[in-house]
């Protein structure tokens, strides 16, 4: 299905350039398992060469008015929005999640654009305070910092790299940036598209290929300012080790293991369609997916579990680019397997499958990554099943016996703090539930807490290493305050 786009280059100082490296990769359109391009892994030179240009334009870059930085934005936006449709179907061949999954992606990544705009007007000043001792005034600066590396993980692969680049761009820093080796052709396409639409100044946002290597060659790198990461928790944490060791600023978001929580008050037309979107939306690999399905125990509870049930085994699936579909494929075979190790896990420890996606398969594409919706019941919340990141289309259904008992689950069972929500119409639960759930996004009656542009990304425990967050908190991240004390 997917036409190849041959041997992928990086893009470093304005200008395409072909990888001298021996180390590549295939990079696959899920959907049809068939090979859509081939990633090369950046030598050591290359890499050097990328975040060097960034480090010569930094100067410059920096001093132009930020009223000028604000129009590469404008058109950063604009032409966004003129390739909408042509990116989003590149995102979901290279992904493999639905049309209307990439929009959405899309979207978000255009609200951080607008988000940065409204920022770089409002949040980038400093202050200033007259007379703090006869005749001296004290006043503050937000200064740009320098080259930021910017690595991002598989699953959103043009919304994550929006989390930063242009906060860090207007507010006057430069970037390497390092999308993920599984799923780097949309973000390809989109720096061909600002190398021939926006024209940055070169050396403005770099973008080199590679995997862990790379990334790690960037935080070291001594012209390299800082890093904002999002992955996995190990890579993560990885990340927050070799930055700190380094004296380099750090935004690492990692893993996580959310759970949705089902009152008996649950007005039942909203929770069944808002969880089966949480589980099953981006076949699972969502940072912000519904994992463990915690229902409280009642009448009205045993029946959500039947609907939710009966509503996954409907789902259809297909590839992402089939009007049809409404669950697309795994992102690799590997990823694919792991899915299948854990469902294979959850028997052994005595989970009972009721919806089994092992052997789905999609006739058009017998070579695509499927793997079906998957329900377990009588889940303990002990079982490997409950407590590890899966990021798959597997739900795991945990009965509790009131909100404590719910909230105590979330709060003690799992290392993870990413997202939590809960399904109710009572105020009180819900405010309870959002006061004491330590994790940093709550959804009430929302099945994917995901902020919008201009709040923090939030994240708490495993799933967060730092102090600043993506979206509207890196304005903070990407600059830093000079205070400044004169007496004339
Ligand atoms: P991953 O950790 O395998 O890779 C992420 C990025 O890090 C890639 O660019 C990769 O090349 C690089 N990398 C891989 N291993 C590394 C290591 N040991 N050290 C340094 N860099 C390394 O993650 P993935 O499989 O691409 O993405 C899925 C993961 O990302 C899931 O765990 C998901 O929960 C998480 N995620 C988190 C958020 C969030 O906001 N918290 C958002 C999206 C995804």
């Known amino acids: 299905m997917a036409k190849t786009l041959g041997t992928l280059r990086h893009y470093i100082d304005g200008g395409w350039v072909p990888s001298r490296s021996e180390e590549v990769r295939p990079v696959y359109d899920p959907g049809s398992g068939e090979v859509m391009a081939v990633v090369p892994f950046a030598t050591r030179e290359e890499t050097d060469a990328a975040v060097e240009a960034a480090s010569r334009t930094f100067d410059r870059w920096s001093r ?11 058109r950063m936006k604009e032409a966004l929005e003129r390739h909408f449709e042509e990116l989003a179907t590149i995102n979901t061949l290279n992904h493999g999640k639905t049309l209307e999954e990439s929009r959405g992606d899309l979207k978000r990544a255009i609200e951080n654009v607008d988000a940065a705009i409204a920022a770089a007007y409002a949040l980038s000043k400093g202050e200033a305070l007259q007379e703090i001792s006869p005749g001296i005034d004290e006043y ?17 692969p043009i919304m994550i790299p929006f989390w930063f680049i242009p906060y860090a761009v207007v ?7 390092k999308p993920s080796e599984i799923t780097p052709a949309p973000m390809n396409r989109v720096m061909e598209i600002f190398h021939e639409e926006v024209r940055l100044p070169q050396g403005v946002v770099n973008l080199v290929h590679g995997g862990r290597e790379v990334a790690e060659e960037l935080v070291r790198h001594r012209e390299t300012a ?24 750090c935004i690492a978001q990692g893993g996580a293991k959310n759970f949705i929580v089902v009152m008996p008050d649950a007005d039942q037309k909203v929770a069944v369609p ?12 969502r940072c912000l997916a519904g994992s463990n399905l915690v229902v409280v125990e009642s009448d009205q509870g045993r029946e959500f579990v039947r609907s939710f049930v009966r509503a996954a085994s409907s789902l259809r699936i297909g590839h992402g680019l089939s009007p049809s579909t409404e669950m697309g494929p795994m992102v690799t075979e590997a990823a694919r397997q792991r899915v299948r190790s854990y469902v294979e896990k959850g028997i052994d420890e005595g989970a009972r499958l009721v919806l089994d996606g092992r052997e789905i398969s999609v006739e058009e594409f017998p070579n695509g990554f499927y793997f079906g919706p998957t329900v377990f019941v009588d889940v303990s919340p002990e079982m490997t099943i409950a407590k590890e990141e899966i990021f798959g289309p597997v739900a795991s259904v945990i009965s509790a016996s009131n909100l404590d008992e719910a909230i105590e689950m979330i709060n003690s069972k799992t290392n993870y703090g990413n997202m939590a929500c809960i399904f109710t119409q009572s105020g009180r639960h819900a405010r309870e539930f959002a006061r004491r759930v330590n994790v940093g996004n709550v959804g009430i009656n929302i099945g994917v807490a995901a902020p919008a542009a201009y709040f923090p990304f939030a994240g708490r425990r495993e799933s967060f290493f730092g102090v600043l967050h993506g979206q509207i908190d890196s304005v903070d991240f990407f600059t830093d305050k000079k205070v400044v004390i004169s007496r004339w």
Do not use: D, M, W
Request: with cysteine; proline share 4%; hydrophobic share 40%.
């Open 64 to 74: 132009l008015p930020i009223t000028e930085r604000v129009r590469y934005l404008f």
């Open 140 to 156: 503050s600066y937000r200064e740009p910092l320098g080259v930021f590396a910017v690595i991002t993980p598989f699953n959103f």
């Open 171 to 177: 507010l006057g820093n430069t970037v390497v940036l």
């Open 226 to 249: 800082g890093v904002a990461f999002v992955g996995s928790t190990n890579a993560a944490k990885n990340i927050y080790r070799l930055a700190g060791e380094h004296g380099k600023r």
């Open 274 to 285: 808002a969880s089966i979107g949480s589980f099953f939306g981006n076949c699972g690999q």
